[in-house]
Structures are given as C-alpha cells and as structure tokens.
C-alpha cells in the first residue's frame, strides 16, 4: 500500500524539477540574446567653446618709396618755371666760363706741299691768372691755339700741361683777370644716377650751346685708344656732339661735374664725361710740372 504513494511522490518531485530546469534553460537564453545585441556608443559631450572675436587684417606699416604724383596743375606749373629757371640761371652763371678753342694743324700733302686743317673744341677757365681746362685730344699735335671768349676776345693759347691717359690738358692765356670767369669747382660728394646734367659747349662750332640731361652712369669704363682707358668715367644723355669736347659738364647748381669727353658714334644720348675726381687729382701735377706722374712699382711686363 506504501509502494504507490512513494512512487507517485518521485513522479511528482521529477515533474518539478523538469520544469525547474526548461525555465533555467530559457531564462540563461535570454540573458544571452540581450547581451548580443549591439549598443549605440554613448555620445561624447564636447566642451562648448566662446566664439572668436573677428580680428581686422592690418598691413604692416612701410615707407613707400614712391611719391605721390598726384600734383595740382598751379603747383606742377610751379614746377616747371622752377626747373626752367634752373637751368637758364646755369647758363648765365657759366657760359662767361667757357671757352671756343680752336687749334691748326700743318701738315705736308703728297707733292710736298703744306696742308693746313683745323679743329674746334671746347674749354673752361679755371683761374683768374689764365689757366684753361680742355681735353688732350683736342689740342693733340696743334701748331697753334687759339682761345675765344665770350665777348669775342680772341687770344692765343699756350700747353702749360698735357695728360693723354686721362685725356685732360692745360692752356694759359694771357688776358686779364677781370675778363676770366673761373667756373664753380666747389661740388662734393657722389654723383648719383638721375642727377641733372648740364653741358655747355661748341658742337660743330656752334658757340655756346646748351644741352641737358641727367646722369645715365657712373663708373664707366671709356677706352680712347688701344692704349689708353679711362676708368670712373661719368655717362649721361645730355647731347654731346664733336666740338663740345673738353667743355663742361654741370648739375643743377652750376657746379662742375665732369669734362666732356666722348660719345658712342653709332648710338644716341650716350656721351661721356672725365669726372671732377679725376680732374682735381690731375690738374696741379699738369700746372707745376707739365704732367701728371703716376705712382708705379718699377716692374715692367
């Protein structure tokens, strides 16, 4: 009689534990799914930054080193009478300076007969006791020489000095003082590219004619012969013609320069000066000794 119960006892504790174990089993299935199911990731806050103020672009401060052209017509007009004025006052200050020289050569044509020619320059006085600055080749194997001042005065002329390496001579006349207007020597400093250039001089026996420039160069190189060059020499368009050689070249001042020298024949506005430098080094060995001596190491090549 006992024998039942006790089975239907285990029947009843298998049943429960049978469905104790399918509710463990789904209840580890459902943990399971959930933990495979993929999470959004958790948004990152981001600090919240105060907006930048605008800056304005300011240009660096620097010195323009162009000038406003932007000038009125009456100050512009001011500017031209000023520069005319200018230069009319140079020619008034120098011209009694400048001298028309003129120097004859003789030589002797084929049949043996004398042949006379001529040529024209330019000069300037320097000094009241007659001292004339030219260039060497115009007065280059001259027989004689003559001197034409401003007021007609035509007088002969002496060589005191000659230095053909720099292409500068020396005359002296014997006028007096009161006629002899010696001109402005007086310049110092550096020339400088775009300064005012001035000539007054004789091309083509023109007397007394005025051109003007600026300086184009300085510093040149001027060979006059295969022998010869000339160094620091001063360029400017300023119109130099044949007959203006050993003339002066001023700025706008009326101060010495240079000494007009040379031009380039096969081109325009390109003529060349000795510069002031060179003269002043040159000119007291041509007046107390007749030339200039040059330094030298007494070695020859």
């Known amino acids: 009689m006992h024998k039942p119960i006790r089975t239907l006892a285990i029947l009843m504790m298998a049943t429960v534990l049978f469905i ?14 959930s933990a495979a199911i993929p999470t959004a990731p958790e948004a990152t806050r981001q600090p919240i930054q105060a907006p930048l103020p605008t800056v304005t672009p300011v240009a660096p401060a620097f010195e323009d080193p162009f000038v406003d052209l932007a000038i009125a ?3 512009l007009d001011s500017l031209y009478d000023a520069v005319e004025a200018s230069t009319i006052a140079v020619y008034n200050k120098v011209s009694p300076s400048v001298v028309h020289i003129t120097s004859r050569v003789v030589t002797m044509d084929f049949f043996g007969g004398l042949y006379p020619s001529e040529g024209t320059g330019s000069g300037f006085v320097i000094d009241r006791r007659g001292h004339i600055v030219t260039n060497y080749h115009v007065i280059e194997r001259a ?3 003559e001197v034409t001042l401003l007021d007609r005065t035509v007088v002969p002329a002496v060589v005191v000095g000659t230095d053909p390496f720099s292409d500068l001579a020396v005359l002296h ?6 006629k002899l207007y ?3 020597m007086s310049f110092e400093g550096d020339l400088r590219v775009g300064q005012r250039a001035i000539a007054i001089g004789n091309p083509f026996g023109l007397d007394w004619t ?3 420039g600026v300086i184009s160069a300085v510093g040149r190189p001027l060979q006059i012969s295969s022998e010869r060059i000339i160094y620091d020499v001063v360029q400017t368009d ?5 007959g203006n050689s050993g003339g002066p070249l001023l700025n706008s001042r009326g101060q010495l ?6 031009i380039r024949s096969e081109a325009d506005n390109i003529g060349f000066a000795i510069p002031l430098s060179t003269l002043r080094r040159v000119l007291p060995d041509l007046i107390e000794t007749g030339r200039y001596r040059r330094p030298w190491l007494g070695i020859q090549g």
């Open 257 to 262: 320069i240079g000494v007009n020298t040379a």
């Open 238 to 242: 300023a119109a130099i013609n044949p």
């Open 73 to 75: 017509d009456e100050d």
């Open 182 to 184: 010696p001109v402005d």
């Open 173 to 178: 006349v014997d006028v007096e003082p009161e």
């Open 210 to 212: 005025l051109t003007a």
């Open 143 to 145: 027989d004689s020489i």
């Open 20 to 33: 104790f174990a399918v509710g463990l089993s789904r209840t580890r299935e459902a943990v399971r799914r």
